[in-house]
């Protein structure tokens, strides 16, 4: 693949920030989007805006078309056995809220076990201290390595007879680890759990497979993968959403509504009540395409050269501390520099038009496992190359002159 050419589709990287040319490195907070998924959101609005399912007019039977065209484009992408296992969802928070809001409550027990990790986002944390909060479950923490990876004997001595519930992320959003989703995924199932799996930082970077990683739920977000914002997907095998109830009511979702008492329709509409978010699903099977015609493992294999890259150029600058394993299979770099606090680093980053996070990224738990307060990262995608490496780098080492 060729990331120049590829760049040229992503309007709004050609511009200037603060008289240089942009440089986008925080593409695991949100990806830009290229030309073809603006097209066919400006196309949905101007040709196709209606209503989706209950009308029978030509713009509502269009838009419903484009609606679960989309959701048939997630089913393919992901490898899931059924098109009605994918629920739309607005991202990847709400996904896991869904799942921990359904499923927990009527599984867990007091004295029953959820295992996550201390590199979990926020979203994939709070959603399952509040559900033993409320069951009176035990929350346990499979221990990181020195590195910050999850070594499978620690997975099985952390999982027992008593976990239910077993959720982590394939990708961290903070030190670039790959967790070794599909083994976690045997060990659970043989002690009778169910995994949930974060795919936020994967789904764009790498090809996956429900069911080569046979986990029970997945989630992700488009507006990390090049579809806009609002929109995400909640997979989850089919037997356990039938058994799940739904946690939003109201329209759409609904088989038949009495006085006392109300039925619901089957999947995956049971979960998605009220309007929909349809020109959301109309971006990401728009994006799904795009990527889809560059070649996921064509992604993959250029994030991962660019990642390891941008090591080494960093890890020359003397005074820059790196975090996470030293190779890397996915385009995410988190650092500090020297003692300077990472809003200024990224503020003097961004005079150079170089777009950086700086902060906790969502991880406070485990910012507290690296014994820092927060952390510099510069994250990359398939509009990304080795220029924009050097930038950061030459910048990096300026912004280390100015504080001395």
């Not at 089913?75 to 990847?92: D, K, L, P």
């Amino acid at each position: 693949m060729n990331a120049e050419l590829i760049k040229e589709q992503f309007p709004i990287l050609h511009q200037e920030i603060n008289g240089h040319p942009l440089v986008y490195l925080d593409s695991a907070a949100s990806s830009q989007k290229p030309k073809v998924v603006l097209d066919a959101l400006k196309h949905y609005y101007e040709w196709d805006n209606a209503n989706v399912h209950r009308g029978v007019h030509t713009l509502g039977s269009r838009a419903t078309d484009d609606y679960e065209g989309a959701r048939e484009k997630v089913a393919r992408f992901i490898g899931a056995s059924h098109t009605e296992e994918i629920i739309f969802t607005r991202g990847t928070t709400t996904a896991l809220n869904i799942v921990a809001s359904s499923y927990g409550p009527a599984v867990l027990q007091e004295g029953d076990e959820i295992v996550i990790t201390q590199m979990e986002h926020h979203s994939n944390l709070i959603p399952w201290q509040q559900l033993a909060l409320r069951t009176k479950a035990v929350l346990k923490y499979i221990p990181l390595q020195s590195d910050g990876n999850v070594a499978p004997e620690d997975v099985e001595k952390t999982i027992t007879s008593r976990t239910k519930i077993v959720a982590i992320a394939y990708v961290s959003n903070v030190l670039g680890v790959v967790n070794p989703v599909k083994q976690i995924a045997e060990i659970a199932h043989r002690h009778g759990a169910v995994i949930v799996v974060d795919g936020a930082q994967s789904t764009p970077h790498m090809k996956v497979n429900m069911q080569d990683l046979d986990c029970d739920f997945y989630t992700f977000s488009g507006h990390k993968m090049c579809a806009p914002t609002g929109i995400g997907v909640l997979y989850g095998k089919k037997h356990l959403l039938e058994s799940m109830e739904p946690v939003e009511f109201g329209g759409e979702m609904i088989n038949d509504v009495g006085l006392y008492e109300s039925t619901w329709k089957e999947l995956p509409y049971k979960f998605e009540g009220g309007t929909p978010i349809i020109a959301g699903a109309v971006g990401l099977g728009a994006a799904i395409d795009f990527l889809e015609a560059i070649g996921m493992d064509e992604i993959h294999r250029h994030e991962t050269k660019l990642a390891m890259y941008a090591m080494d150029r960093l890890s020359e600058i003397e005074g820059i501390t790196l975090y996470g394993p030293r190779d890397r299979e996915v385009g995410l770099i988190t650092f500090n520099l020297m003692d300077v606090h990472p809003h200024d680093v990224a503020t003097v980053l961004d005079a150079s038009g170089i777009a950086v996070r700086a902060g906790h990224h969502c991880c406070q738990p485990l910012m507290r496992w690296l014994q820092v307060n927060s952390t510099v990262r510069a994250s990359l995608y398939l509009y990304n190359t080795e220029q924009d490496i050097d930038a950061l780098a030459k910048a990096l080492i300026q912004t280390k002159e100015y504080f001395g």
